[in-house]
């Protein structure tokens, strides 16, 4: 049995003790005044991109109610509890700037924030940047809630990760590190082909093992599998593996079952909260649902994981998986046979980590017979993997030359 220390204060640990609110933003052409009701910690501020953006942390603080306007460089300005001691505001930007200087009034109770507009040449140095931050004077200055007493609290013991995959490749950490997640397993056989009686779970391991044998072929990148036996994984530790072994793109490989049979083709998927039509919204669903077979429904994330938190870390990530999707239609153009809109969009949970690149490569349809023929077909199964190969060799040189 664990056991946690809370820190609680007639039910005052769900907010700080000494928490002043964000009580308005004022934007003007070139700045950005945040006014507060009572004292605070610090703020600080940092800059990203694709779209272009300034967050802004308010410590000791929580966020107003009130509307915000924009104006000039500002397309939007939003402002969120970021969590129970911090506020959030983000500025979304018309184009390239960040936070050349910022100053407290002498009360501390407002804060102007200057901001410069920065060319495509700075953009990288401003990226790589650590946070400013932005101290209130001594003298007016919030000090973080003291604690009161502690409750000590039973809990269960957490569920033990599943063990890492082992690594394979070169004996090099700077090399890119690929994770391969064959769809379904173990209990859950997936789809069942009514021709021959395939189980997706089998096919998808067949492919996810030719990729990885073809990406060791090649020598330039590092293999892991989320899998390499009849084993089942929920979801979460499918992209959770990739996220604890710090990889640098994630594969999810499936093979669907279509309601038609005479549907075939190999489609690539990545994350949207809002799919691109109603097939895309009906693989999410199905899938997004292979948690429960293992008595845990993980399909009940809240929707709010698409907020400021997910804008923050997942757009770029969006972006890139969607680059990588784009590579693999033309790499494969001439190996494998794709569907006409072979690039689509749903909110996949398995695609879900905010900072992997992330595709699932739905590899044909076992509801058809001659798409489950190809994929039984060794010979095909290493023309998707040469495919997945290719686009993965020139993904990963675009990167290194964008550095």
């Known amino acids: 049995m664990l056991w946690l220390t809370s820190i609680c204060a007639s039910m005052a640990c769900a907010l700080p003790a000494q928490a002043g609110e964000v009580s308005d933003v004022e934007v003007r052409a070139n700045q950005v005044v945040l006014h507060f009701n009572d004292v605070i910690e610090s703020a600080s501020s940092f800059v990203l991109s694709g779209p272009d953006r300034i967050a802004i942390d308010v410590k000791g603080a929580t966020a107003g109610s009130r509307a915000l306007n924009q104006t000039g460089l500002f397309r939007t300005v939003r402002m969120a509890q970021y969590d129970n001691d911090t506020a959030r505001i983000v500025l979304d930007l018309d184009r390239p700037a960040t936070i050349s ?18 060319g495509s040449s700075q953009l990288r140095g401003v990226l790589s940047a650590s946070r400013q931050s932005f101290v209130p004077p001594a003298r007016f200055r919030a ?5 009161r007493y502690s409750v000590r609290i039973p809990l269960p013991k957490p569920a033990k990760a599943p063990p890492l995959p082992r690594i394979e490749g070169p004996n090099d950490k700077s090399r890119p590190l690929v994770v391969i997640d064959a769809g379904h397993g ?16 089998k096919v998808t ?23 390499d036996s009849d084993s ?20 999810s490989v499936h093979a669907d079952a279509a309601a038609s049979q ?21 693989l999410a669903a199905r899938e997004n649902k292979a948690d429960i077979l293992n008595g845990v429904n993980l399909a009940d994330a809240p929707s709010d994981v698409s907020s400021i938190l997910i804008d923050l870390t997942q757009r770029e990530t969006m972006n890139l998986s969607a680059d990588f999707a784009r590579l693999l239609r033309r790499e494969g153009d001439d190996k494998m046979n794709f569907r006409t809109d072979s690039h689509r969009f749903a909110s996949l949970m398995v695609l879900k980590a905010p900072d992997v690149p992330s595709v699932l490569l739905e590899t044909g349809y076992v509801s058809n017979a001659d798409d ?30 964008s550095r």
């Not at 200087?101 to 920065?118: P, Y």
């Not at 391991?205 to 989320?226: C, F, H, M, Y």
């Not at 095909?380 to 060799?393: D, F, L």
Request: charged share 25%.
């Open 143 to 147: 000090e973080p809630p003291p604690r």
């Open 101 to 118: 200087s910022g100053t407290f009034s002498e009360d501390g109770r407002s804060l102007t924030l200057s901001v410069a507009e920065v």
């Open 232 to 251: 089942f994984l929920v979801l979460q530790e499918r992209y959770g593996i990739a996220r604890r072994l710090g990889a640098d793109l994630f594969i």
């Open 186 to 201: 173990g209990h859950d056989p997936g789809a069942i082909s009514p021709h021959d009686g395939t189980h997706e779970s």
């Open 262 to 282: 005479t549907a075939r083709g190999a489609t690539i998927y990545t994350l949207s909260e809002v799919a691109s039509d109603r097939e895309a919204a009906r």
């Open 205 to 227: 391991l067949q492919i996810a093992k030719a990729i990885r044998d073809e990406l060791l072929k090649s020598g330039r990148v590092r293999v892991a599998l989320t899998r």
């Open 372 to 401: 489950v023929a190809l994929l039984n077909s060794s010979g095909y199964r290493r023309r998707i993997a040469e495919s997945v190969s290719q686009a993965i060799t020139v993904f990963f040189a675009r990167k290194l030359a």
